[in-house]
């Protein structure tokens, strides 16, 4: 299964950018004939967190099935097997990750708000308990390297797909000249997600909060400081 590419284009009507997807998977269309006896989406969303919490080694269908109400039959007919239940999980674990990150997105705000707003909604959420799951694409990446090459291949072209997004965003900051001279768009993108993923390893440690906070208001001032001022 090949998955989704995205790019993001700036939307004439909206000051918000717009996620446009170029070449979607199909999760959910024409795989189930006749009446629909469930609510893909939603299933889908409580396969991929399970796979998020517990791993593709630890998963099994007959788990699948009893945590979704549905036979392991109307699991395959509607999304395959195993392994295609886990790709499909891992597309929207990253579409819905993207459709979050691009709805708070304004590219008329200096981009050391936008970043806020991006790490503040992932790390400092109240009641987030998903968040000591670590990233599912770097969860998976880690546990296939040995036993499953094939997944391990796909887990990290999804996670290069999610590197998209943002490295998009800098390059609008970069390509307007409203950063300072000389910083490279991959060498933000790099940092960012770095940064990121070092968030999620402290997430799980005691008390993060403070720790979190402290990282992400020193991390934003680092950005503003590459900020220049805008000129009428």
């Known amino acids: 299964m090949e998955p989704m590419k995205t790019y993001l284009v700036p939307d004439s009507t909206r ?11 199909n999760l ?10 469930f609510d893909e989406t939603e299933v889908l969303a409580q396969i991929s967190d399970h796979f998020w919490e517990h791993g593709y080694g630890a998963t099994r269908v007959d788990q699948l099935s009893a945590l979704t109400g549905l ?15 886990f790709l499909k999980s891992l597309d929207f674990y990253v579409e819905q990750g993207l459709n979050l990150r691009m709805r708070q997105i304004d ?22 308990e998903k ?9 998976s990446i880690l546990e296939l390297a040995g036993s499953e ?7 990290s072209k999804r996670y290069d797909q999610s590197c998209v997004a943002i490295r ?3 390059a609008l900051y970069v390509d307007t000249k409203r950063l300072a001279p000389g910083i490279g768009v991959d060498d933000l993108t790099d940092m960012f ?7 999620r390893v402290q997430s799980r440690n005691r008390h993060p909060d403070e720790v979190i906070q402290r990282s992400i208001r020193t991390y934003i001032n680092l950005m503003r400081s590459i900020e220049l001022e805008e000129t009428s």
């Open 15 to 25: 000051t918000n950018f717009v996620l446009t997807v170029t070449k979607r998977v």
């Open 28 to 37: 959910f269309g024409s795989l189930m004939t006749g009446k629909k006896q």
């Open 71 to 85: 036979t392991k039959t109307s699991l395959y007919n509607a999304f395959g097997n195993k392994e295609s239940l």
């Open 107 to 128: 590219p008329s705000r200096p981009l050391s708000e936008n970043l806020q707003l991006i790490l503040e909604s992932a790390f400092l959420r109240k009641n987030n």
């Open 131 to 139: 968040l000591s799951y670590g990233c599912l694409l770097t969860n």
């Open 149 to 155: 090459p094939r997944l391990q291949e796909e887990a």
């Open 168 to 170: 998009q965003l800098f």
């Open 193 to 199: 997600m770095t940064f990121k993923q070092g968030l």
